[in-house]
């Protein structure tokens, strides 16, 4: 097994997105990772709806759409409508995370849950069975190019660890400062599935930076 990776489009090249999606493609990234940010949960806001609707259609991979975005339960459906195949949701904004993933899988799409780096991990772990995916953030989010934050790895751990308990299988994602240095740790402690925006947009080597990273892995994915 190796490690999934989906690369975050956030600081890409936006007046020449087809050409930046077809470089991820042939590069063998497995999902594009759509940040949305709306000025209340976070102070940016990132990609319109007409925007995300036109990046769909530029590309066949599945868009794993990151909502940082106050009352997500509002929302989802133009996600859905504009094609992403995976909606991710932030529990400190969400007053019923089971409502709402069920509501997700009722759309027929896979459903995913945040966490920020200062929020414990027991509410991940009470929906560890009903997600496809969970994502762990190692940065406050808003921005691209932060710095990692590594005592997240604690509650990566925790709840891989859960998960390996019960057999349970959901992706175990983790966005912000990623790059060789911070995947390997991140693998280790129990991620498969990697954010990656800077170290892969900001270089002029995008097949380059991909086989990077699933290199950095090797030693902890040959035992998985
Ligand atoms: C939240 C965003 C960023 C972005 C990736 O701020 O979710 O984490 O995806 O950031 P970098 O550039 O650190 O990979
Ligand atoms: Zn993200």
Redo the contacts with the bound molecule.
């Keep these: 097994m190796k490690i999934r990776i989906h690369p ?1 489009i ?2 890409a090249d936006h007046e020449q997105m087809q050409a930046e999606f077809d470089r991820v493609l042939a590069a063998g990234v497995e999902a594009i ?1 759509l ?1 949305i940010m709306d000025g209340r949960f ?1 102070k940016p806001v990132t990609f319109e709806i007409e925007t995300i609707r036109r990046y769909t259609a530029m590309c066949s991979l599945p868009f794993d759409a ?1 909502l ?1 975005i106050v009352q997500p339960e509002r929302h989802v459906d133009e996600y859905i409508d504009a094609c992403c195949s995976l909606v991710n949701f932030h529990l400190e904004v969400s007053p019923d995370p089971a409502a709402l993933i069920d509501y997700l899988h009722g759309r027929g799409v896979q459903a995913g849950v945040t966490v920020n780096p200062n929020t414990p991990v027991d509410g991940m772990l009470e929906l560890a069975d009903r997600v496809e995916l969970v994502l762990f ?1 190692s ?1 406050y ?6 710095r990692f934050i590594p005592d997240v790895l604690d509650k990566v751990r925790a709840f891989k660890r859960h998960c390996v308990r019960r057999g349970l299988n959901p992706l175990i994602q983790i ?4 790059n060789t240095e911070t995947a390997p740790a991140a693998a280790a402690a129990g991620a498969d599935t990697m ?5 892969i947009f900001r270089s002029g080597d995008y097949a380059g930076q991909v086989r990077a990273l699933r290199d950095s892995c090797a030693d902890v994915t040959a035992n998985w």
């Design positions: 975050s956030l600081n990772h940040d976070v990151h940082m953030m940065v989010p808003g921005y691209g190019g932060q966005d912000g400062g990623i954010v990656a925006g800077t170290f």
